[in-house]
């Protein structure tokens, strides 16, 4: 019924876009007769027309008919009509979807090609560098030829280093190719410039996401973090790892497996107080304490070895909650890595700071419209709405699906599914028939690879090597006779192309080794078979010993051990007893995909707080950066601010404190006196300290030289103070938001608390800045370096 209900509403939307289409196809015929310089010709007058305030939907239906006859003119493809569906509801800024194979990369171009007329920047957004130079390289000559620049948003060597103005330049192309990763950094790196030469990034103006629903659902758990220095080191790791130890659930601590939130109860506090010595841990001055024994609590029952994490060569490495891969060098944030090596007793590594960070969710919003495109974003639909209102459009095929997907087939153990597999694939092999078997882990995988060599079946084996060389062999993947193994992921992007003869025997065999952590992954996977309108089949195998039922399973079955009472072959003739398991395993799935969603809402809830600030702090930065002039006023009057509240914060009545802070803060060569000043007058005060401000201003001056400069040296002074502030604040709020969870003993709501506390911590965080700022102005010592650029020395 859901179905059905959908189906409708996805005719409705369709209708509209068939609308759009027939105009386009109304061009076909005219710019087929139309010789290359004149369709070239267009672009400048679809230019012309937009300078005189036609918009860019009204040329969609002639734009898009020109970009097609190009393609075929210059690729020898020309967009099919289903392709051009699909571009329109990404011109729409909603998210296509549309089949493996359909030709996603060539859809892409229609809007791109439209949005790249306003030489405002139109973004292809993919997963990988690979994909992303594939792609750019592939569609150069289409773009080239009808006039417009591409450029690859990035210098693929690690090691390389951009020169000055080289970034502003790549990003002043009309498109560019990108991936995720790369751009969401340069966000972040961009907003740390420190003049307005520095900074290189347009505003994000269009943007198509590749894979959509991997990159803004799928990895939107690990946010982009730019890390700064070193945090000084707790000692506290294997203390409180000791304690906890002696914890007892429900008496001690409490969980809420579902929001992964673990606390201590009123009990466990007394037990924390007495274990250290101390009043009450939630005091101030154990705020550290109480923060590692939260990371401690997590780190133990929060934390599964194998399932979260491997400890691999002494060293504990991440496990993707999605693909199951490890992520070697992913750590996780705040503290919490080096509880886990506390916890397993390895050597505890360094834990950074972070400076700068941005989910991926929130990133994409900076776009003034981005779409996006993926085989499988129906079952993303929800979110996508939820987050940025988006609507998901099911784009036919250009020919009917011709995949078989098979059932799954059902085993009690590991050991009875992993010999059927194998058993499987030998007997297709026999037959010629390529086989795609795709598995969660590298170690599974290579188990696989290894049975097949001792069988004498030469197999590929694909575990996150490079994504060049995996694309590489996954298009063999479809050759007679291939067999192919390979983690969940690999290879993604690639189009698996079918050989002579092998359509006869059904075209490719997907077998997927088990159920992934969400249904969508296993779609993305089935479809690797049965690429337009090609055969293939697609069938994935499970069993009682899955990674998702271990992970999420629940059942009276898997509780008392009923199934493993009973012995292999009673089990393969029980249909009663597979359908119980088919039934277990789709639940875990199902508790996996709502833990899914849950997270992903979490996120981007606490999420809200950092990005309400972050957008004000760049706006400021921002205003700063485009100041010509800062007048000597505007600092006045936040020297007097800052004076006035520090007259109550330091107690400056008190002629020692005042020279303290006059010290600090104004100036260390300080040689006046107050003789005829009462200090109970705290204007009087107020007007003194402005006095010596602005003395220490004009002596600045005088090292500086002339206006220009010293325009300049305020602008550093002042972006310094907000950048020292802000990071701090960023990395507070993230640590913040790891330990809120636990604080939520007397049942408040943690996100309102965290949403309190981040307020009040920004509030402040902008007071500190105006102090800051007041001290950089009067401390720091500028100079000139050999080549007359100014340098200067803050004093923090
Ligand atoms: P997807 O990303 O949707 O899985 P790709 O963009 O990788 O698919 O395209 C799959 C294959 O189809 C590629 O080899 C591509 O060159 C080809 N292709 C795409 N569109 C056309 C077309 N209109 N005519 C001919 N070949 C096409
Ligand atoms: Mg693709």
């Known amino acids: ?269 007394t037990r924390a107080n007495a274990y250290f010595g101390i009043d009450n841990i939630y005091d101030t001055p154990y705020f550290d304490l109480i923060r590692n024994i939260n990371l401690a609590l997590r780190a133990r029952h929060m934390f599964e070895a194998n399932l979260d994490y491997f400890v691999y060569n002494g060293e504990v490495v991440l496990i993707d909650r999605v693909t199951g891969r490890m992520l070697p060098g992913t750590k996780l944030q705040s503290g919490l890595h080096q509880a886990i090596e506390a916890k397993e007793g390895v050597e505890i590594s360094e834990d950074r700071s972070a400076m700068a960070t941005i989910t991926f969710q929130n990133f994409f919003r900076q776009f003034d419209v981005f779409s996006g495109m993926s085989a499988t974003s129906k079952l993303g639909e929800k979110e996508f709405f939820d987050l940025y209102g988006k609507v998901v459009v099911q784009i036919p095929t250009d020919k009917p699906i011709k995949r078989i997907d098979y059932a799954d087939r059902v085993f009690k153990d590991l050991t009875a599914k992993n010999n059927a597999i194998i058993e499987r694939v030998c007997t297709l092999h026999k037959k010629q028939r390529p086989v795609l078997l795709i598995t969660r882990t590298a170690e599974a995988a290579e188990y696989f690879s290894m049975q097949f060599f001792d069988r004498h079946i030469p197999n590929n084996l694909l575990i996150a090597q490079n994504v060049a060389k995996e694309a590489q062999m996954i298009a063999e993947a479809g050759q007679l006779g291939a067999v192919t193994v390979a983690t969940s992921m690999a290879g993604r992007g690639t189009d698996i192309k079918l050989a002579e003869g092998v359509e006869e025997l059904g075209g490719l065999a997907v077998i997927v080794s088990e159920h992934m952590e969400n249904s969508r992954v296993d779609r993305q996977l089935r479809g690797r078979a049965g690429r337009q309108g090609d055969p293939g089949s697609s069938q994935i195998y499970i069993s009682l010993e899955d990674y998702v039922v271990q992970r999420w399973g629940k059942s009276k079955l898997l509780d008392k051990g009923q199934l493993d009472r009973i012995d292999a072959d009673t089990f393969e003739n029980s249909r009663l007893f597979q359908q119980q398991v088919k039934h277990i395993v789709a639940r875990a799935q199902r508790v996996s995909e709502e833990k899914g969603t849950t997270t992903r809402e979490m996120n981007n809830e606490y999420e809200k707080s950092l990005s309400a600030q972050r957008e004000i702090i760049y706006a400021e930065r921002d205003r700063v950066l485009d100041q010509e002039q800062l007048h000597g006023d505007q600092l006045m009057a936040l020297a ?157």
């Open 640 to 796: 007097q601010d800052v004076f006035q509240r520090d007259y109550d914060v330091h107690r400056l009545n008190q002629i020692d404190h005042l020279y303290a802070y006059i010290y600090r803060y104004i100036s260390f060569q300080y040689r006046g006196d107050f003789s005829g000043i009462d200090l109970a007058d705290k204007q009087a005060v107020v007007a003194h300290l402005l006095t010596l401000f602005k003395k220490r201003l004009a002596a600045q001056y005088e090292v500086i030289g002339n206006d220009y400069m010293f325009n300049r040296f305020i602008q550093k002074a002042i972006l310094k103070a907000i950048d020292s502030r802000w990071i701090q604040q960023v990395d507070d709020l993230q640590q913040l938001r790891s330990s809120i969870n636990n604080r939520q003993n007397g049942k408040r709501n943690a996100i309102f608390e965290y949403h309190r506390v981040a307020l009040a911590s920004f509030e402040a965080m902008r007071e500190a800045v105006k102090v800051h700022i007041v001290h950089n102005l009067c401390q720091s010592v500028p100079s000139f370096d050999k080549e007359d650029k100014l340098v200067i020395h803050f004093p923090n």
């Open 1 to 269: 019924m859901k179905q059905r209900v959908n189906g409708i509403i996805n005719k409705g939307r369709l209708k509209r876009i068939y609308k759009r289409l027939r105009q386009v196809n109304a061009y076909s015929e005219t710019f087929r007769q139309l010789s290359d310089e004149a369709l070239k010709a267009k672009t400048t007058e679809f230019r012309q027309r937009l300078a005189d305030g036609a918009s860019l939907s009204s040329l969609l239906p002639e734009a898009y008919a020109v970009i097609r006859e190009a393609s075929q003119r210059v690729l020898g493809m020309y967009p099919k009509d289903v392709q051009v569906l699909g571009a329109i509801v990404l011109h729409d800024g909603n998210i296509a979807e549309m089949q493996t194979g359909e030709g996603k990369t060539l859809t892409a171009t229609l809007p791109l090609y439209l949005n790249g007329l306003t030489g405002k920047g139109a973004y292809l957004i993919t997963t990988n560098d690979y994909l992303a130079r594939r792609d750019c390289e592939e569609m150069t000559p289409l773009f080239e030829w009808l006039g417009l620049s591409i450029a690859l948003g990035f210098v693929e060597d690690p090691e390389y280093e951009y020169m000055p103005g080289e970034k502003r330049a790549m990003y002043e192309y009309d498109i560019i190719y990108t991936t995720n990763g790369r751009l969401g950094f340069d966000y972040l790196i961009d907003n740390l410039a420190d003049s307005k030469e520095a900074k290189f990034l347009p505003p994000l103006y269009f943007g198509i996401i590749d894979e959509a629903d991997s990159i803004v659902l799928d990895s939107a758990q690990t946010p982009l973090v730019i890390s700064g220095a070193p945090r000084v080191q707790s000692n506290l790791f294997g203390i409180t790892k000791t304690f906890v130890e002696t914890l007892e659930e429900d008496i001690h601590y409490a969980v809420n497996k579902k929001e992964k939130a673990i606390w201590l109860t009123p009990e466990g506090i």
